[in-house]
């Protein structure tokens, strides 16, 4: 259960955000850290669909697969984080548990606005965790509280304004 | 169509020389403007980041600077060619964004108002094009990559 480290990549600041930083592969995510419930070793969460933990049962979510890469099942390090916004529980398989991360918000970096369409409500923006990039997640999407994704359109050569967007304030 | 077209002439008609920067890309060669240009590095690590913008799907880091990525080599059906391929900055209008080129050293160039003519391109949004040894090389309308001609025009 315990994190590799704590990290503060700001001074000390009533306006920081906190984040869990995982990796898949060579790619930093970062999720709200307030949507945490724990890390569990593969032995603790064991194989099922579910990982009942404390009284809460978390479904498993295939973040890897929303973000189009591999887990690595053979990873020594592979954890299952459980993750809760209050309405849904998910149990999340990363590579690695980073560790937990403070950032002024002021760091708190926007998707840039060349990402048009809806995955400006996925990725909340990014945050630098020693000199890396992570995307901050949005935890709505991660437990999958979005709603379909729109359909890949192959070859399209146009780009439709997508209003809808996560406030890079509310999570950063 | 016609006024963008029309803004295209105007483009080309209104300066007496063009100074223009020539880059490749799978081995295409391809022209911008040079003050469409922000610069040239060496290309990094992409970023992967899910998105259904066509085009835009990841970032690069410069230093401290994050930079998305607009995937031209992908729009023209082709692979960015060499060992060490070039990151070609591109100024906009939205933002900077990188652009992965072939490993050839882009080259400077001025070519004369009156060889540019309107390019027949489609797939690509342009300013013109003009023929170097034999070969019609397109000017890239970086300013306005990932804009229709209606986007553009409203800007």
């Known amino acids: ?172 | 169509m016609l006024r963008a077209a029309r803004q295209q002439e105007q483009a080309v008609a209104a300066k007496p020389s063009w100074s223009i920067v020539v880059f490749s890309i799978g081995g295409m060669k391809l022209a911008a403007r040079t003050e469409d240009v922000g610069g040239v590095t060496p290309w990094g690590d992409r970023i992967p980041v899910p998105s259904r913008t066509p085009f835009v799907g990841s970032l690069v880091k410069r230093d401290k600077e994050v930079l998305p990525v607009y995937d031209l080599a992908s729009q023209l059906d082709r692979e960015a060619q060499g060992e060490s391929m070039l990151c070609l900055v591109a100024r906009h209008v939205d933002g900077p964004m990188a652009i992965c080129i072939d490993a050839d050293i882009p080259s400077l160039h001025t070519v004369d108002a009156a060889q540019i003519r309107p390019s027949r391109r489609q797939d690509i949004e342009t300013v013109g094009s003009f023929t170097s040894d034999g070969e019609e090389i397109d000017i890239v309308a970086l300013q306005r990559l990932g804009k229709t001609r209606h986007e553009s025009l409203r800007q």
């Not at chain 1, 937990?100 to 909340?124: I, M, N, S």
């Open chain 1, 1 to 172: 259960m315990s994190l590799r480290g704590h990290y503060k990549a700001a001074s000390a600041n009533v306006q920081a955000a906190s984040f869990l930083v995982v990796r898949y592969g060579t790619r930093l995510c970062a999720l709200p850290s307030d949507g945490v419930r724990g890390v569990l070793t593969k032995e603790e969460a064991g194989n099922g669909q579910t990982v009942a933990w404390v009284g809460v049962t978390y479904q498993n979510v295939d973040l890897a697969g929303l973000l189009s890469i591999t887990l690595d099942t053979t990873s020594p390090d592979l954890r299952t984080v459980l993750f809760s916004n209050g309405h849904s529980h998910g149990a999340i398989r990363v590579d690695e548990v980073i560790g937990l991360v403070e950032v002024d918000r002021e760091h708190c970096l926007p998707l840039p606005p060349h990402f048009q369409r809806v995955e400006r409500t996925w990725v909340a923006g990014m945050i630098f965790y020693r000199d890396e990039l992570a995307l901050v997640l949005n935890p709505e999407w991660v437990l999958g509280e979005l709603g379909e994704e729109v359909p890949r359109e192959a070859g399209a050569k146009t780009i439709g304004a997508f209003t809808a967007s996560v406030e890079i304030g509310k999570l950063c």
